[in-house]
């Protein structure tokens, strides 16, 4: 398979996946980048083809696609700026009352964006965004937010972020769950097996639900684990330099054969196929085989 040549130009950031053969990409220009222009090129790979979607005068936090309350991209900025795609038709929303947000994600078809001082929104409507807040910080030079959304339901979430919080919203309230580790947590998934997952700083690994968290053991893993995922049975864990599979209670890194990635970062999937996105690597796995697009 040739490559795309993606990152030739540009250092890829995130992606989102829409269908198996259709991924979103958030990229960083490296001639912008070394000059200080802040900015984010958003792509798509679409059945092989790269095109150019948009190039937005500021920095994505976090993307997504949404399926309800229709289907299309969601992006946003720390500040709560917000640029949809579906189908080149182009939209543009404000967050209120958002100041620095740190990603966004899917649960149950809807587009959340989450961020510091555990703020919370819920896109429920087009173009409107609700706040669902956990409690904030009332100290301060007490620093909290939330990294990473994810959840069994609209009514079962959980959220995960720095200081080694993970919060549990269980449709009226927040609660804080203990976790016992006081490090940034930067991904969390709800598992097919009932169990939430979240990995963060210095190799940890959270596993639990509800009032229940354990660290699992991994194996004297140090580096820092960016994403984690949820696929076909098994839990998914990525660093910048490697990714792993969860069997049993141990990481075990992924093997690509002769052709593997030298970057990996973030993890999205779609229509049964995994895309890990590093800087410089795009990969797609169907479950058999791992392929290589960049």
């Known amino acids: 398979m040739a490559r795309l040549g993606l990152s030739k130009q540009n250092l890829i950031s ?10 979103y990409l958030a990229l960083q220009d490296k001639k912008l980048q070394r000059n200080g222009t802040v900015h984010t090129r958003l792509g798509s790979l679409d059945e092989g083809e790269i095109a150019n979607v948009k190039d937005l005068a500021w920095h994505a936090v976090g993307m997504c696609v949404a399926k309800l309350p229709s289907e299309k991209l969601v992006v946003v900025a720390g500040d709560g700026t917000v640029f949809t795609y579906v189908g080149g038709q182009e939209g543009s929303e404000k967050i209120a009352g958002a100041f620095d947000l740190r990603g966004c994600a899917t649960v149950d078809g809807y587009a959340y964006a989450f961020g510091m001082n555990r703020t919370v929104f819920r896109r429920g409507h087009e173009r409107r965004w609700t706040a669902m807040h956990a409690p904030g910080v009332e100290a301060d030079n007490e620093v909290a937010g939330f990294e990473a959304i994810d959840g069994f339901g609209a009514n079962d ?12 919203w269980r449709g009226d309230a927040w609660s804080r769950c203990e976790t016992r580790v ?22 940890t690994l959270l596993r639990g639900r509800g009032r229940e968290w354990e660290a699992l053991n991994t194996e004297g893993l140090t580096d820092d684990f960016w994403d984690v995922r949820w696929y076909k049975g098994r839990v998914y864990v990525a660093s910048t330099s490697s990714l792993y599979a969860l069997y049993g209670d141990a990481l075990v890194p992924v093997e690509f054969g002769a052709d593997a990635p030298e970057s990996c970062y973030k993890l999205t999937d779609a229509e049964d196929v995994l895309w890990s996105v590093g800087q410089r690597n795009l990969f797609s796995f169907d479950g058999a085989v791992w392929s290589r697009w960049e």
Do not use: K, P
């Open 157 to 168: 979430l959980y959220a995960a972020g720095w200081g080694g919080e993970v919060w549990h």
């Open 182 to 203: 006081d490090i940034v947590l930067s991904g969390i998934c709800c598992g097919g097996d009932g169990l939430v997952y979240a990995c963060g700083q210095s190799g």
């Open 14 to 23: 995130r992606g989102a996946a829409r269908f198996n053969d259709l991924v």
